[in-house]
DNA sequence: CTAGTTAGTGATTGAGTACTAACTTATTCG
DNA sequence: CGAATAAGTTAGTACTCAATCACTAACTAG
Protein backbone atom coordinates (compact mmCIF):
# COMPACT_ATOMS: atom_id res chain seq x y z
CA UNK A 1 0.00 0.00 0.00
CA UNK A 2 1.30 3.27 -0.77
CA UNK A 3 0.35 5.92 1.11
CA UNK A 4 0.35 9.75 0.13
CA UNK A 5 -0.37 12.70 1.96
CA UNK A 6 -4.44 13.75 1.79
CA UNK A 7 -2.92 16.95 -0.72
CA UNK A 8 -1.40 14.40 -3.10
CA UNK A 9 -4.13 12.14 -2.97
CA UNK A 10 -6.47 14.80 -4.21
CA UNK A 11 -4.49 15.70 -7.00
CA UNK A 12 -4.70 12.46 -8.24
CA UNK A 13 -8.35 12.28 -7.82
CA UNK A 14 -8.61 15.45 -10.00
CA UNK A 15 -7.03 13.91 -12.87
CA UNK A 16 -8.92 10.60 -12.83
CA UNK A 17 -11.94 12.45 -12.21
CA UNK A 18 -10.96 14.59 -15.43
CA UNK A 19 -10.14 11.05 -17.69
CA UNK A 20 -13.66 9.55 -16.59
CA UNK A 21 -15.89 12.61 -16.57
CA UNK A 22 -14.41 13.63 -19.74
CA UNK A 23 -15.85 10.01 -21.04
CA UNK A 24 -19.20 9.97 -19.41
CA UNK A 25 -20.39 12.81 -18.03
CA UNK A 26 -21.26 13.51 -14.70
CA UNK A 27 -24.08 11.24 -15.16
CA UNK A 28 -22.33 8.53 -16.73
CA UNK A 29 -19.01 8.03 -14.00
CA UNK A 30 -19.47 6.41 -10.91
CA UNK A 31 -17.84 7.47 -8.03
CA UNK A 32 -15.99 3.57 -8.29
CA UNK A 33 -14.73 4.32 -11.89
CA UNK A 34 -13.04 7.35 -10.66
CA UNK A 35 -11.59 5.48 -7.19
CA UNK A 36 -10.32 2.49 -9.20
CA UNK A 37 -8.28 4.83 -11.48
CA UNK A 38 -6.71 6.53 -8.56
CA UNK A 39 -6.08 3.07 -6.59
CA UNK A 40 -8.17 3.76 -3.53
CA UNK A 41 -11.19 2.96 -2.09
CA UNK A 42 -14.71 4.40 -3.28
CA UNK A 43 -15.82 5.71 0.33
CA UNK A 44 -12.04 7.08 0.73
CA UNK A 45 -13.12 10.38 -2.12
CA UNK A 46 -15.64 11.45 0.32
CA UNK A 47 -12.76 11.81 2.92
CA UNK A 48 -11.18 13.72 0.38
CA UNK A 49 -14.03 15.33 -0.74
CA UNK A 50 -17.62 16.34 -0.04
CA UNK A 51 -19.35 14.93 -2.74
CA UNK A 52 -19.34 13.68 -6.30
CA UNK A 53 -20.54 17.45 -7.32
CA UNK A 54 -17.13 18.68 -5.36
CA UNK A 55 -14.71 16.31 -7.21
CA UNK A 56 -16.86 17.66 -10.47
CA UNK A 57 -16.25 21.09 -9.64
CA UNK A 58 -12.50 20.90 -8.80
CA UNK A 59 -11.60 18.82 -12.21
CA UNK A 60 -13.51 21.54 -14.14
CA UNK A 61 -12.18 24.07 -12.53
CA UNK A 62 -8.12 22.49 -13.09
CA UNK A 63 -9.48 21.89 -16.80
CA UNK A 64 -10.12 25.46 -17.43
CA UNK A 65 -7.04 26.52 -15.24
CA UNK A 66 -5.12 24.58 -17.68
CA UNK A 67 -6.53 25.97 -20.52
CA UNK A 68 -5.91 29.65 -19.88
CA UNK A 69 -2.17 28.62 -19.04
CA UNK A 70 -1.66 26.87 -22.30
CA UNK A 71 -2.58 30.21 -24.06
CA UNK A 72 -0.80 32.33 -21.92
CA UNK A 73 2.00 30.58 -22.05
CA UNK A 74 1.85 30.46 -25.49
CA UNK A 75 1.22 34.16 -26.22
CA UNK A 76 3.56 34.85 -23.83
CA UNK A 77 5.78 37.84 -25.19
CA UNK A 78 4.07 37.59 -28.94
CA UNK A 79 1.62 39.36 -30.74
CA UNK A 80 -0.94 39.51 -33.06
CA UNK A 81 -0.38 37.52 -36.15
CA UNK A 82 2.40 35.49 -34.06
CA UNK A 83 0.56 35.38 -30.85
CA UNK A 84 -2.63 33.78 -32.50
CA UNK A 85 -0.21 31.43 -34.77
CA UNK A 86 1.62 30.08 -31.51
CA UNK A 87 -1.87 29.75 -29.69
CA UNK A 88 -3.38 27.70 -32.62
CA UNK A 89 -0.15 25.57 -32.44
CA UNK A 90 -0.42 25.09 -29.05
CA UNK A 91 -4.00 23.89 -28.79
CA UNK A 92 -3.37 21.76 -31.92
CA UNK A 93 -0.70 20.05 -29.56
CA UNK A 94 -3.60 19.26 -26.68
CA UNK A 95 -6.15 18.11 -29.68
CA UNK A 96 -3.46 15.60 -30.48
CA UNK A 97 -1.68 14.58 -26.69
CA UNK A 98 -4.73 15.47 -24.26
CA UNK A 99 -8.08 15.22 -26.21
CA UNK A 100 -9.59 14.42 -22.09
CA UNK A 101 -9.30 18.17 -21.70
CA UNK A 102 -11.74 19.10 -24.59
CA UNK A 103 -14.20 16.56 -23.90
CA UNK A 104 -13.66 18.11 -20.11
CA UNK A 105 -14.82 21.20 -21.40
CA UNK A 106 -17.57 20.00 -23.47
CA UNK A 107 -18.67 18.06 -20.27
CA UNK A 108 -18.63 21.07 -18.15
CA UNK A 109 -20.46 23.67 -20.77
CA UNK A 110 -23.31 20.80 -20.47
CA UNK A 111 -22.93 20.01 -16.52
CA UNK A 112 -24.09 23.82 -16.51
CA UNK A 113 -27.67 23.72 -17.98
CA UNK A 114 -28.23 20.42 -15.55
CA UNK A 115 -27.18 21.92 -12.74
CA UNK A 116 -29.10 25.96 -13.37
CA UNK A 117 -32.11 23.82 -13.94
CA UNK A 118 -31.14 22.21 -10.34
CA UNK A 119 -30.75 25.44 -8.63
CA UNK A 120 -27.09 25.00 -8.11
CA UNK A 121 -26.07 27.95 -9.26
CA UNK A 122 -22.77 28.40 -8.53
CA UNK A 123 -21.33 26.01 -10.80
CA UNK A 124 -22.53 28.12 -13.83
CA UNK A 125 -21.21 31.02 -12.37
CA UNK A 126 -17.31 28.98 -11.73
CA UNK A 127 -17.68 28.03 -15.26
CA UNK A 128 -18.51 31.40 -16.88
CA UNK A 129 -15.92 32.99 -14.90
CA UNK A 130 -13.54 30.28 -15.91
CA UNK A 131 -14.35 31.47 -19.77
CA UNK A 132 -14.01 35.10 -19.00
CA UNK A 133 -11.02 34.37 -17.73
CA UNK A 134 -9.81 32.41 -21.01
CA UNK A 135 -11.36 34.79 -23.50
CA UNK A 136 -9.85 38.06 -21.43
CA UNK A 137 -6.18 35.74 -22.04
CA UNK A 138 -6.16 35.35 -25.90
CA UNK A 139 -8.05 38.33 -26.47
CA UNK A 140 -4.83 41.01 -25.16
CA UNK A 141 -2.18 38.84 -27.14
CA UNK A 142 -5.09 39.20 -30.21
CA UNK A 143 -4.72 42.88 -30.33
CA UNK A 144 -8.38 43.39 -28.46
CA UNK A 145 -10.15 42.85 -31.30
CA UNK A 146 -13.07 41.77 -30.00
CA UNK A 147 -13.92 39.90 -33.49
CA UNK A 148 -10.63 38.48 -34.04
CA UNK A 149 -11.05 36.61 -30.73
CA UNK A 150 -14.66 35.74 -30.85
CA UNK A 151 -13.22 33.68 -34.27
CA UNK A 152 -10.89 32.01 -31.92
CA UNK A 153 -13.28 31.19 -29.47
CA UNK A 154 -15.61 29.72 -32.31
CA UNK A 155 -12.71 27.37 -34.07
CA UNK A 156 -11.77 26.13 -30.58
CA UNK A 157 -15.37 25.24 -29.62
CA UNK A 158 -15.83 23.72 -33.07
CA UNK A 159 -12.26 22.04 -32.68
CA UNK A 160 -14.04 20.21 -29.21
CA UNK A 161 -17.19 19.14 -31.29
CA UNK A 162 -15.70 17.83 -34.04
CA UNK A 163 -13.17 15.87 -31.44
CA UNK A 164 -16.17 14.99 -29.53
CA UNK A 165 -17.58 13.61 -32.83
CA UNK A 166 -14.95 11.27 -33.05
CA UNK A 167 -13.90 12.65 -36.49
CA UNK A 168 -10.80 11.00 -37.39
CA UNK A 169 -7.67 13.07 -38.28
CA UNK A 170 -7.68 14.15 -41.74
CA UNK A 171 -11.27 13.94 -42.51
CA UNK A 172 -12.40 16.53 -44.57
CA UNK A 173 -14.19 18.04 -41.73
CA UNK A 174 -10.67 19.59 -40.76
CA UNK A 175 -10.03 20.95 -44.15
CA UNK A 176 -11.30 24.91 -43.45
CA UNK A 177 -9.26 24.44 -40.10
CA UNK A 178 -5.64 23.52 -40.91
CA UNK A 179 -3.18 24.89 -40.74
CA UNK A 180 -3.81 27.30 -38.90
CA UNK A 181 -2.42 29.86 -42.21
CA UNK A 182 -6.63 30.10 -42.27
CA UNK A 183 -5.90 32.50 -39.30
CA UNK A 184 -2.95 34.13 -40.75
CA UNK A 185 -4.79 35.81 -43.57
CA UNK A 186 -7.56 36.53 -41.45
CA UNK A 187 -5.39 38.85 -39.36
CA UNK A 188 -3.38 40.96 -42.17
CA UNK A 189 -6.52 42.37 -43.23
CA UNK B 1 -57.74 9.37 -21.23
CA UNK B 2 -56.63 10.08 -24.21
CA UNK B 3 -55.64 7.94 -26.74
CA UNK B 4 -53.55 7.86 -29.52
CA UNK B 5 -51.80 5.75 -32.53
CA UNK B 6 -48.41 4.04 -31.46
CA UNK B 7 -47.01 6.13 -34.03
CA UNK B 8 -48.23 9.57 -32.59
CA UNK B 9 -47.64 8.80 -29.33
CA UNK B 10 -43.98 7.95 -30.58
CA UNK B 11 -43.38 11.66 -31.92
CA UNK B 12 -44.30 12.91 -28.48
CA UNK B 13 -42.25 10.87 -27.10
CA UNK B 14 -39.30 11.94 -29.13
CA UNK B 15 -40.47 16.00 -28.44
CA UNK B 16 -40.24 15.15 -24.71
CA UNK B 17 -37.19 13.28 -24.60
CA UNK B 18 -35.72 16.25 -26.79
CA UNK B 19 -36.61 18.15 -24.21
CA UNK B 20 -35.56 15.68 -20.98
CA UNK B 21 -32.50 15.06 -22.89
CA UNK B 22 -31.16 18.40 -23.48
CA UNK B 23 -31.32 19.24 -20.04
CA UNK B 24 -29.43 16.36 -17.85
CA UNK B 25 -27.62 14.59 -20.84
CA UNK B 26 -28.39 10.54 -21.35
CA UNK B 27 -27.39 9.31 -18.12
CA UNK B 28 -28.85 12.84 -16.55
CA UNK B 29 -32.42 11.79 -17.61
CA UNK B 30 -34.26 9.05 -16.39
CA UNK B 31 -37.11 7.34 -18.61
CA UNK B 32 -39.25 8.13 -16.03
CA UNK B 33 -38.74 12.10 -16.61
CA UNK B 34 -39.89 11.08 -20.10
CA UNK B 35 -42.83 9.30 -19.79
CA UNK B 36 -44.17 11.96 -17.11
CA UNK B 37 -43.87 14.61 -19.53
CA UNK B 38 -45.44 12.15 -22.60
CA UNK B 39 -48.48 11.56 -19.59
CA UNK B 40 -47.99 8.42 -20.24
CA UNK B 41 -46.65 4.84 -17.73
CA UNK B 42 -43.01 4.61 -17.61
CA UNK B 43 -43.02 1.00 -19.13
CA UNK B 44 -45.24 2.10 -22.28
CA UNK B 45 -42.02 3.36 -23.74
CA UNK B 46 -40.38 0.01 -23.50
CA UNK B 47 -43.25 -0.73 -25.95
CA UNK B 48 -42.93 2.07 -28.61
CA UNK B 49 -39.02 1.84 -28.55
CA UNK B 50 -36.77 -1.33 -27.78
CA UNK B 51 -34.61 0.85 -25.22
CA UNK B 52 -33.64 4.28 -23.91
CA UNK B 53 -30.87 4.50 -26.28
CA UNK B 54 -33.36 4.02 -29.01
CA UNK B 55 -35.22 7.25 -27.82
CA UNK B 56 -31.79 8.74 -27.68
CA UNK B 57 -30.74 7.99 -30.83
CA UNK B 58 -34.69 8.87 -32.15
CA UNK B 59 -33.95 12.34 -30.73
CA UNK B 60 -30.50 12.82 -31.97
CA UNK B 61 -31.56 12.11 -35.20
CA UNK B 62 -35.02 14.20 -35.09
CA UNK B 63 -32.92 17.05 -33.81
CA UNK B 64 -29.95 16.97 -37.06
CA UNK B 65 -33.18 16.55 -39.15
CA UNK B 66 -34.99 19.90 -38.12
CA UNK B 67 -31.43 21.61 -38.00
CA UNK B 68 -30.60 20.88 -41.77
CA UNK B 69 -34.35 21.90 -42.26
CA UNK B 70 -33.83 25.08 -40.66
CA UNK B 71 -30.76 26.06 -42.68
CA UNK B 72 -32.12 24.33 -46.27
CA UNK B 73 -35.34 26.63 -45.15
CA UNK B 74 -33.39 29.56 -44.87
CA UNK B 75 -31.78 29.30 -47.64
CA UNK B 76 -34.24 28.34 -50.12
CA UNK B 77 -33.69 30.30 -53.69
CA UNK B 78 -30.71 32.82 -52.26
CA UNK B 79 -26.78 32.79 -52.38
CA UNK B 80 -23.44 34.07 -51.31
CA UNK B 81 -23.88 37.05 -48.56
CA UNK B 82 -27.95 36.45 -48.62
CA UNK B 83 -28.25 32.93 -47.62
CA UNK B 84 -25.62 33.41 -44.64
CA UNK B 85 -27.50 36.56 -43.68
CA UNK B 86 -30.78 34.15 -43.85
CA UNK B 87 -29.26 31.12 -42.56
CA UNK B 88 -27.85 33.34 -39.67
CA UNK B 89 -30.72 34.45 -38.89
CA UNK B 90 -32.69 31.40 -38.90
CA UNK B 91 -30.26 30.14 -36.40
CA UNK B 92 -30.87 33.54 -34.00
CA UNK B 93 -34.29 32.68 -33.83
CA UNK B 94 -33.68 28.73 -33.08
CA UNK B 95 -31.24 30.47 -30.06
CA UNK B 96 -34.02 32.70 -28.48
CA UNK B 97 -37.00 29.83 -29.26
CA UNK B 98 -36.11 26.50 -28.93
CA UNK B 99 -32.91 26.87 -26.78
CA UNK B 100 -33.25 23.11 -25.82
CA UNK B 101 -32.54 22.16 -29.56
CA UNK B 102 -29.27 23.69 -29.12
CA UNK B 103 -28.59 21.64 -26.11
CA UNK B 104 -29.76 18.40 -27.95
CA UNK B 105 -27.13 18.89 -30.24
CA UNK B 106 -24.60 18.93 -27.12
CA UNK B 107 -25.43 16.54 -25.63
CA UNK B 108 -25.46 14.74 -28.70
CA UNK B 109 -21.73 15.58 -29.47
CA UNK B 110 -20.80 14.31 -26.05
CA UNK B 111 -22.67 11.09 -26.10
CA UNK B 112 -20.42 9.60 -29.14
CA UNK B 113 -17.50 9.67 -26.90
CA UNK B 114 -19.24 7.42 -24.06
CA UNK B 115 -21.03 5.63 -26.84
CA UNK B 116 -18.06 5.13 -28.86
CA UNK B 117 -15.98 3.94 -25.78
CA UNK B 118 -18.70 1.41 -24.72
CA UNK B 119 -18.21 -0.57 -28.30
CA UNK B 120 -21.17 1.37 -29.83
CA UNK B 121 -19.90 2.40 -32.92
CA UNK B 122 -23.56 2.85 -34.99
CA UNK B 123 -24.38 5.69 -32.65
CA UNK B 124 -21.10 7.98 -33.83
CA UNK B 125 -21.75 7.16 -36.85
CA UNK B 126 -24.80 8.35 -37.01
CA UNK B 127 -24.15 11.57 -35.31
CA UNK B 128 -21.12 12.28 -38.02
CA UNK B 129 -23.50 11.25 -41.53
CA UNK B 130 -25.87 13.86 -39.78
CA UNK B 131 -23.06 16.31 -39.56
CA UNK B 132 -22.00 16.18 -43.49
CA UNK B 133 -24.99 16.71 -44.22
CA UNK B 134 -25.95 19.75 -42.11
CA UNK B 135 -22.08 20.74 -43.32
CA UNK B 136 -23.63 20.16 -47.29
CA UNK B 137 -26.34 21.77 -46.22
CA UNK B 138 -25.01 25.19 -45.51
CA UNK B 139 -21.94 24.46 -47.89
CA UNK B 140 -23.71 25.17 -51.07
CA UNK B 141 -25.63 28.57 -50.80
CA UNK B 142 -22.56 30.01 -49.33
CA UNK B 143 -20.58 29.50 -52.72
CA UNK B 144 -19.23 26.09 -51.77
CA UNK B 145 -16.17 28.08 -49.79
CA UNK B 146 -14.19 25.38 -47.49
CA UNK B 147 -13.24 28.37 -45.64
CA UNK B 148 -16.69 30.19 -45.22
CA UNK B 149 -18.58 27.09 -44.21
CA UNK B 150 -16.15 26.57 -41.92
CA UNK B 151 -16.36 29.57 -39.88
CA UNK B 152 -20.37 29.47 -40.03
CA UNK B 153 -20.13 26.08 -38.48
CA UNK B 154 -17.34 27.35 -35.55
CA UNK B 155 -19.69 30.18 -34.93
CA UNK B 156 -22.93 27.83 -34.39
CA UNK B 157 -20.83 25.45 -31.81
CA UNK B 158 -19.76 29.04 -30.05
CA UNK B 159 -22.97 29.59 -29.84
CA UNK B 160 -24.06 25.98 -28.50
CA UNK B 161 -21.16 26.00 -25.73
CA UNK B 162 -22.51 30.55 -24.80
CA UNK B 163 -25.83 28.82 -24.62
CA UNK B 164 -25.28 25.79 -22.40
CA UNK B 165 -22.54 28.30 -20.08
CA UNK B 166 -25.93 29.76 -19.61
CA UNK B 167 -24.79 33.41 -20.55
CA UNK B 168 -27.28 35.69 -21.14
CA UNK B 169 -28.58 37.72 -23.66
CA UNK B 170 -27.09 41.11 -24.15
CA UNK B 171 -23.48 39.93 -22.11
CA UNK B 172 -20.66 41.07 -23.79
CA UNK B 173 -19.14 37.58 -24.99
CA UNK B 174 -22.15 38.21 -27.76
CA UNK B 175 -20.81 41.19 -28.61
CA UNK B 176 -18.20 39.71 -31.50
CA UNK B 177 -21.23 37.96 -33.00
CA UNK B 178 -24.47 40.35 -33.04
CA UNK B 179 -25.43 41.65 -35.74
CA UNK B 180 -24.78 38.81 -38.50
CA UNK B 181 -23.69 42.35 -40.42
CA UNK B 182 -20.20 40.59 -39.26
CA UNK B 183 -20.83 37.74 -41.29
CA UNK B 184 -21.49 39.91 -44.24
CA UNK B 185 -18.49 41.85 -44.16
CA UNK B 186 -16.46 38.69 -44.04
CA UNK B 187 -18.18 37.71 -47.28
CA UNK B 188 -17.21 41.00 -49.08
CA UNK B 189 -13.47 40.41 -49.43
C1' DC C 1 8.19 3.40 23.00
C1' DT C 2 3.99 5.28 23.14
C1' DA C 3 0.07 8.58 22.25
C1' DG C 4 -2.09 10.98 18.86
C1' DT C 5 -2.94 11.89 14.19
C1' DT C 6 -3.56 10.87 9.44
C1' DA C 7 -4.46 7.60 5.54
C1' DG C 8 -7.25 4.19 4.22
C1' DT C 9 -10.74 -0.07 4.12
C1' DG C 10 -15.05 -3.22 4.44
C1' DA C 11 -19.69 -3.61 5.06
C1' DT C 12 -23.92 -1.63 4.32
C1' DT C 13 -27.92 1.20 3.13
C1' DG C 14 -31.47 3.52 0.89
C1' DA C 15 -32.77 5.63 -3.11
C1' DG C 16 -33.21 5.40 -7.94
C1' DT C 17 -33.53 3.10 -12.49
C1' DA C 18 -34.01 0.32 -16.92
C1' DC C 19 -36.63 -3.13 -18.18
C1' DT C 20 -40.21 -7.42 -17.96
C1' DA C 21 -44.49 -9.84 -17.37
C1' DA C 22 -49.10 -10.14 -16.73
C1' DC C 23 -53.24 -7.87 -16.81
C1' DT C 24 -57.00 -4.21 -18.34
C1' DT C 25 -59.44 -1.03 -21.16
C1' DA C 26 -60.71 1.20 -25.34
C1' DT C 27 -61.40 0.94 -30.43
C1' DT C 28 -62.36 -1.18 -34.80
C1' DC C 29 -64.81 -4.01 -37.86
C1' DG C 30 -67.18 -8.21 -39.70
C1' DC D 1 -73.39 -7.21 -30.90
C1' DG D 2 -69.10 -9.56 -30.09
C1' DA D 3 -64.46 -10.86 -31.03
C1' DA D 4 -60.00 -9.44 -32.31
C1' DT D 5 -56.61 -5.98 -31.83
C1' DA D 6 -54.19 -2.14 -30.36
C1' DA D 7 -53.24 1.14 -26.43
C1' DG D 8 -52.13 1.40 -22.02
C1' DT D 9 -51.44 0.20 -16.81
C1' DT D 10 -49.89 -2.01 -12.26
C1' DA D 11 -46.74 -4.61 -9.92
C1' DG D 12 -42.39 -6.21 -9.53
C1' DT D 13 -37.22 -7.52 -10.38
C1' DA D 14 -32.44 -7.14 -10.62
C1' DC D 15 -29.10 -3.85 -10.34
C1' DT D 16 -26.28 0.37 -9.73
C1' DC D 17 -24.64 4.01 -7.13
C1' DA D 18 -23.60 7.95 -3.77
C1' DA D 19 -22.92 8.33 0.78
C1' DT D 20 -22.31 6.76 5.90
C1' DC D 21 -20.32 4.27 9.75
C1' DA D 22 -17.31 1.84 12.29
C1' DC D 23 -13.08 0.19 12.10
C1' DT D 24 -7.71 -0.72 11.09
C1' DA D 25 -2.97 0.32 9.64
C1' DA D 26 0.73 3.48 9.13
C1' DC D 27 3.32 7.54 10.30
C1' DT D 28 5.23 11.10 13.57
C1' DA D 29 6.31 14.03 17.62
C1' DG D 30 7.76 13.92 22.30
Redesign the interface.
Known amino acids: MVRMSADERRESVIRAATSEF ?7 TSTEAIAKRVGVSQPYLFRLFPGKKAIFLAASERCMEDTVRTFADAAEGLEGEEALHAMANAYTKVIAEQPERL ?1 MQ ?2 M ?2 A ?3 A ?2 EGDHAF ?1 EA ?2 AG ?2 RL ?1 DTVHLPLGAD ?2 E ?3 F ?3 G ?2 I ?2 LV ?4 PPGHR ?1 W ?3 YPSA ?1 FQGRLE ?1
Chains 1, 2 share one sequence.
Open positions: ARGGYHGMMQYVVAAEAGVRWMWVNTTVMAFMLNCAMGFVEGMRK
